[in-house]
């Protein structure tokens, strides 16, 4: 990994740890495979944060053009899955 995460410097400890969990789960769903019920957890805790659309919008692009992964299309998959399914991209 040779990028870094998009963070807010307003963030406190604890919400830049959850929102580096999210993105790396984000990753972890292209290159492994993750538990859906992992990551909405993970995602509904990054919209406590993040919670204005624009804002979610313009952290998914910096992170993409950084990782090349796409949450945008992670989330809409988990969408279509049932609790137990893994995503995998």
Not at 19 to 31: D, G, M, T
């Amino acid at each position: 990994m040779n990028y870094s995460y998009p963070i807010d410097e307003t963030w406190t400890t604890a919400e830049i740890v959850d929102v580096v969990n999210y993105f790396s789960l984000i990753e972890k769903a292209y290159e492994k495979g993750v538990l859906k019920q992992d990551l909405v957890a993970a995602y509904n805790r990054y919209k406590e944060i993040v919670p204005s659309k624009s804002e979610e919008k313009q952290l998914d692009k910096q992170f993409e053009k950084q990782s090349g992964y796409t949450p945008f299309r992670v989330i809409k998959k988990a969408k279509d899955l049932g609790n137990q399914d893994t995503i995998k991209m």
